[in-house]
């Protein structure tokens, strides 16, 4: 995986509508390591949340405020992610190969 495939699912962004992949490129290039720029991106999606409200509209509820508080456990997973010092595009990954027999 590349490492904007890596970010696109660390911020729950899989197309690139609101972030092209050309600015996530640019960020990856000046940030410490993916989880600090997931953090980032959740805090970023946590202040356009905000203005959010929770409604209902007779038998219907929308409970809006849970989009912000969700966006800032992750950004909160991602901090602590990032503050154990691991980044994660120079972690092992799992290998795979065949086993052989004598």
Request: hydrophobic share 35%.
């Amino acid at each position: 995986m590349t490492d904007i495939t890596d970010l696109r699912l660390y911020i729950d962004e899989p197309t690139d509508v609101v972030y092209p992949d050309a600015t996530l490129l640019a960020r990856i290039e000046t940030a410490a390591s993916l989880y600090h720029l997931a953090r980032d991106i959740w805090l970023e999606k946590a202040a356009r949340y905000s203005r959010l409200v929770d409604m209902t509209e007779g038998t219907s509820s929308r409970k809006l405020s849970q989009l912000q508080q969700q966006s800032l456990a992750m950004a909160n997973n991602y901090g602590g992610l990032a503050q154990d010092g691991t980044n994660p595009s120079s972690a092992r990954r799992t290998r795979l190969r065949a086993i052989e027999r004598p």
